[in-house]
């Protein structure tokens, strides 16, 4: 007689069973892993945008004295200009760097973060880019580097991007 009796065969497709549910698990990590890599990427684009738009837009009449990205711990973001006041230039003491409603320009709509994807211990709310240089002024509560985490809910990996006082903008 030839052929595999019950039981190998019972094995056989229990490991199998196995190996398949353990495939479905990383997949499904795999994808979480590429969502918050997409989102750190746009977030790091819009903070680039924004000193981009800030160098860009340097000399041109009624031009902004800078551009800004706004960060919401709620999981959203948005790029913002700001004008002086009247009768004020870019560079006057009084004139707000940061994000206030009302008086500061939202430039782009909001970016969400998927429900997936939250930021971790924000304690950064903006960063402004003011031309020509461009200078960088860092709104957080620990002075220095501007570090936003953005981790997967579910898993806790995460990742960062890094704005220095200097301007440089790094993914890690």
């Known amino acids: 007689?030839?052929?595999?009796?019950?039981?190998?065969?019972?094995?056989v497709v229990a490991i199998t069973a196995m190996l398949s549910s353990l495939l479905i698990v990383y997949?499904?990590?795999?994808?979480?892993?590429?969502?918050?890599?997409?989102?750190?990427?746009?977030?790091?684009?819009a903070v680039f945008r924004a000193k981009t738009l800030s160098v860009a837009t340097f000399g041109k009449s009624e031009s902004p004295c800078g551009y800004g990205v706004h960060l919401d711990p709620g999981g959203s973001y948005?790029?913002?200009?700001?004008?002086?006041?009247?009768?004020?230039?870019?560079?006057?003491?009084?004139?707000?760097?940061k994000y206030v409603?009302?008086?500061?320009?939202?430039?782009?709509?909001?970016?969400?973060?998927?429900?997936?994807?939250?930021?971790?211990?924000?304690?950064?709310?903006d960063i402004f880019f003011m031309p020509p240089n461009p200078?960088?002024?860092?709104?957080?509560a620990s002075g220095g580097d501007a570090r936003i985490v953005l981790a997967i809910t579910q898993t806790?990996?995460?990742?960062?991007?890094?704005?220095?006082?200097?301007?440089?903008?790094?993914?890690?």
Do not use: H, W
Not at 1 to 11: A, C, P, R, S
Not at 29 to 39: A, N
Not at 103 to 125: G, N
Not at 135 to 140: E, G, K, S, V
């Open 78 to 97: 948005f790029i913002y200009r700001v004008f002086p006041l009247a009768g004020e230039d870019c560079f006057s003491p009084s004139m707000s760097k």
């Open 27 to 45: 997949n499904r990590t795999g994808e979480y892993q590429i969502v918050l890599f997409r989102e750190q990427s746009k977030l790091a684009s």
């Open 135 to 140: 200078d960088t002024y860092i709104f957080n």
């Open 1 to 11: 007689m030839k052929g595999f009796t019950l039981v190998e065969m019972l094995i």
């Open 101 to 125: 409603d009302g008086a500061s320009d939202k430039f782009e709509s909001d970016f969400f973060l998927p429900s997936t994807i939250s930021f971790v211990d924000l304690d950064v709310s």
């Open 156 to 172: 806790g990996n995460s990742s960062a991007v890094v704005v220095t006082p200097a301007g440089q903008i790094t993914a890690q």
